[in-house]
């Protein structure tokens, strides 16, 4: 059965009470952009009085808080307890007619998020105004179905959430393995020579611009930022198009080339890279996206895609990259003058061999978890569409 739709303002409101930091008490729970995880998750900081420079809303545990900046960060939390946040969270407080945790489910479903993105406001740091969010529709059926969706979707996100902390274990185990051979690099305390990646690297080429045409379909895959994982490639929605000979031979990617994302709004994305274990199909790549390919007599790819994966990889590429209008770039040469802490070929090959019996297990990991969040965004679908 389908349900009937209602304006969110009129089973919701939202709660800008604001708190005056000096009449803050301390220990007072805070809750900023940065408290919440793009899965919905919340953690819990205390704050002294003297912290706050600005006003500040007050929540409570009844509450759902929807970060209203950049709105495709899903920062969307139920919190356990009461506190102040950010004015870029909007507290939303439910009407007895709809349930908490109903409402925290459907505020986080593709098509609101998608819409509440297409709405925001300003270039540089865009925003949803609450207004416009109350006044999107929200199915309504009775506070029973309400109740019976949302625990069918909590124990469908608590299986997400189950895979999602085992690949951090096993990002963690990597992190170690690494640490284990070669040190912190920031510390380098096994004193390794410091080397620029120009020297170590035979070509770096940007993407091609050209995008698919509106109803245009061809054959070649070609990568786009949002194939680019953390340390694998997702093949699973590829984009097509026809290619020419001429861009087929300058955007070939090759095995263990480094495919690097070199622009992006978001600063997280800018350096995300991947070595590409081949495909059974040839593949190519767009100009977000750089292609890497490392002299081999020098440095491993393996060893490298790990040394820009970690903090000290991080911190270098915010070094050298530049913004302007909203973007984040890291260019050709901004990337060459990253420099790194180069130990011996014969270690990193050994790296790359250990690592390559973990990430077995971790590309199992991430197909169960692509399934997972297909199962997911399907009962999110039906759920509100009343086909559960």
Not at 344 to 349: E, K, R, S, V
Request: net charge positive; glycine share 6%.
């Amino acid at each position: 059965m389908s349900f009937s739709t209602i304006q969110l303002s009129s089973v919701a409101d939202v709660v800008r009470t604001g708190v005056d930091p000096k009449s803050v008490e301390a220990g007072t729970r805070y809750v900023g952009l940065e408290h919440i995880s793009g899965d919905g998750r919340l953690s819990k900081g205390a704050i002294e009085a003297s912290e706050l420079a600005s006003t500040k809303f007050a929540f409570n545990d009844q509450q759902v808080l929807f970060g209203k900046l950049r709105p495709y960060l899903r920062k969307i939390a139920r919190p356990t307890f009461d506190g102040i946040c950010s004015t870029d969270i909007i507290p939303i407080m439910p009407s007895k007619r709809l349930d908490r945790d109903y409402l925290f489910h459907f505020l986080r479903t593709d098509e609101v998020i998608r819409r509440a993105t297409s709405m925001a406001s300003g270039a540089n740091l865009p925003r949803i105004h609450p207004k416009v969010l109350l006044g999107f529709e929200i199915p309504l059926p009775p506070l029973d179905e309400q109740r019976r969706i949302a625990a069918i979707l909590d124990q469908a996100d608590a299986l997400r959430r189950v895979r999602r902390e085992a690949m951090a274990r096993l990002t963690s185990l990597k992190s170690s393995l690494f640490i284990e051979l070669f040190g912190d690099p920031v510390s380098n305390p096994l004193n390794w020579p410091l080397t620029n990646l120009g020297r170590l690297l035979a070509n770096v080429t940007n993407g091609m611009t050209r995008r698919r045409g509106e109803g245009e379909t061809g054959d070649d895959i070609v990568l786009r930022l949002r194939d680019i994982r953390d340390g694998w490639i997702d093949f699973s929605e590829v984009n097509r198009i026809t290619l020419s000979a001429k861009e087929k031979s300058k955007f070939l990617v090759s095995p263990t080339d480094l495919l690097f994302i070199r622009v992006n709004g978001n600063p997280d994305y800018v350096g995300r890279c991947s070595v590409f274990s081949g495909h059974k199909e040839k593949i190519y790549f767009n100009d977000h996206i750089m292609r890497v390919s490392p002299k081999f007599d020098l440095i491993s790819p393996v060893f490298l895609q790990a040394m820009l994966d970690s903090q000290f990889g991080r911190d270098q590429i915010t070094t050298h990259k530049k913004t302007s209008a909203g973007q984040h770039t890291i260019n050709q040469d901004g990337l060459s003058k990253i420099e790194i802490p180069l130990p011996p070929l014969a270690l990193q090959t050994r790296f790359a061999s250990e690592l390559a019996k973990i990430d077995i297990q971790a590309r199992l990991a991430a197909e169960n978890q692509q399934g997972l969040d297909a199962l997911f965004a399907s009962l999110q679908h039906r759920a509100f569409r009343g086909e559960l």
